[in-house]
């Protein structure tokens, strides 16, 4: 029984960590028209559906890289919060990891920025959730 909690509590990490990845993801696209956001406007409706609809494409792009992260840390018991933010990082990036394909300081790079940025959000809320407890169901 503690097994089958333990799965939901990671798939319901996961949901929440796309949502916070899209989140970051959006806010971080959408800053040049940042300064035209009222609260409760239709752009408020609007910038809520996109952070939807990318966590729901986030999930679904992420979910194999992440279930084979995921089955490591719970078969190692990595707990570490630096592994999470690793590794999320390194699936944001892709396997262009140096950079070589954006210049320091074009539109690509800080694209590609926005992009790590909402790797690490994601990794960050998937450990506060569930990563702090990986491996304590073989106990």
């Given at each position: 029984?503690?097994?089958?909690?333990?799965?939901l509590?990671?798939?319901v990490?996961?949901w929440?960590a796309?949502?916070?990845?899209?989140?970051?993801?959006?806010?971080?696209?959408?800053?040049?028209?940042?300064?035209?956001?009222?609260?409760?406007?239709?752009?408020?409706?609007?910038l809520?559906s996109?952070?939807?609809?990318?966590a729901?494409f986030?999930?679904?792009?992420?979910?194999?890289?992440?279930l084979?992260v995921?089955?490591?840390?719970?078969?190692?018991?990595?707990r570490?919060?630096?592994?999470?933010?690793?590794?999320?990082?390194?699936?944001?990036?892709?396997?262009?990891?140096?950079?070589y394909?954006?210049?320091?300081?074009?539109?690509?790079?800080?694209?590609r920025?926005?992009?790590?940025?909402?790797g690490i959000a994601?990794?960050?809320v998937?450990?506060?959730i569930a990563?702090?407890r990986?491996g304590?169901?073989?106990?």
């Amino acid at each position: 029984m503690g097994i089958i909690v333990r799965i939901l509590g990671m798939i319901v990490a996961y949901w929440l960590a796309c949502i916070a990845a899209s989140l970051v993801l959006t806010i971080g696209t959408l800053t040049p028209v940042w300064d035209d956001f009222k609260p409760f406007d239709l752009q408020s409706v609007v910038l809520w559906s996109v952070v939807g609809v990318g966590a729901v494409f986030i999930g679904a792009i992420a979910m194999l890289p992440a279930l084979l992260v995921i089955a490591l840390a719970e078969g190692f018991a990595w707990r570490s919060i630096l592994v999470y933010a690793v590794l999320a990082l390194a699936l944001s990036y892709g396997l262009d990891f140096g950079g070589y394909v954006g210049a320091p300081g074009s539109h690509l790079a800080r694209e590609r920025e926005v992009l790590a940025a909402s790797g690490i959000a994601g990794g960050l809320v998937y450990w506060l959730i569930a990563g702090r407890r990986a491996g304590f169901w073989k106990a």
